[in-house]
C-alpha cells in the first residue's frame, strides 16, 4: 500500500504482514528518509486525510505517529496548514550514500542470483544488520551508537525494500 507523495516529500508504504504497528511504520519511514536526506526541516508531510484516504487506515493511526514525530522533536503540526519537519537526524553524505547504494544493489543482485526470494534476502540482511552491531556496535567498532536497537533491526521491511527500488522515494 502507497500513498502518493504529492505535495509531500514522503511516500508511505505499510507492510501488514511486518508485525509492526502501522503508526510506528509511519515514524520509522520518516525516521529513515531523515537519516537518507530525502527529508530536510520545511518539508511537509502528507495530510492526514491523504494518509488516511489512501492506505485506508484510521486518522488516529495517522495523528499518534505524528504526535510521536513532534514528541521526538522532528515534526510540528502547524494549524490549518499540516505537519512540518521542524529537525534532521544524523545523514551519511550523498557521495556516500551513493556508493553505499551501489554497493547494497550489487549484493542484492547476488542474492537474487543465488535464488533467495524477497522475504529470503529481507531474512539475510536483518540477520546480518543485528549481527554487526551486536558484535562490532557499528560505526568502525567505535561503539558510537551502542548495540542494534529493536528499531533498528525491526524496522527492515517492505518500505526499506521499496526504498531500494530508484533511492528517490518511498523511505523506509
Same mark, same amino acid.
Given at each position: 500500500?502507497? !500513498? ?5 516529500? %514522503? @511516500? ?12 510506528? $511504520?509511519?515514524? $520509522? $519511514?520518516?525516521?529513515?528518509? +531523515? ?21 485506508? !487506515? ?22 490549518? $496548514?499540516?505537519?512540518? !519537519? ?6 551519511? &553524505? +550523498? ?7 551501489? &554497493? ?13 526470494? @524477497?522475504?529470503? %534476502? ?7 544488520? *543485528?549481527?554487526?552491531?551486536? &558484535? ?9 551508537? #551502542? #548495540? ?12 526499506? *525494500? ?6 528517490? @522515494?518511498?523511505?523506509?
Amino acid at each position: 500500500m502507497t !500513498i502518493d507523495k504529492g505535495d509531500s516529500a %514522503i @511516500e508511505f508504504r505499510l507492510d501488514p504482514d511486518s508485525g509492526v504497528p502501522t503508526y510506528l $511504520q509511519l515514524v $520509522q $519511514q520518516v525516521e529513515h528518509a +531523515l537519516r537518507l536526506g530525502y527529508l530536510k526541516p520545511g518539508d511537509q508531510l502528507p495530510k492526514v486525510r491523504d494518509v488516511v484516504a489512501t492506505l485506508t !487506515i484510521n486518522p488516529n493511526t495517522v495523528l499518534k505517529a505524528y504526535r510521536e514525530l513532534e514528541h521526538k522533536g522532528l515534526a510540528a503540526g502547524r494549524p490549518g $496548514q499540516g505537519t512540518f !519537519i521542524e529537525a534532521t537526524l544524523e545523514q551519511v &553524505t +550523498l557521495p556516500e550514500l551513493a556508493g553505499l547504494r551501489r &554497493t547494497l544493489l550489487g549484493w542484492l543482485a547476488s542474492a537474487d542470483a543465488a535464488g533467495l526470494d @524477497e522475504d529470503g %534476502i529481507v531474512a539475510l540482511f536483518t540477520s546480518g544488520l *543485528r549481527d554487526f552491531f551486536k &558484535t562490532s556496535g557499528g560505526r568502525g567498532n567505535a561503539g558510537q551508537r #551502542g #548495540g542494534g536497537s529493536q528499531d533498528r533491526a525491526g524496522a527492515v521491511g517492505s518500505a526499506d *525494500r521499496a526504498a531500494a527500488d530508484d533511492g528517490t @522515494e518511498g523511505v523506509a
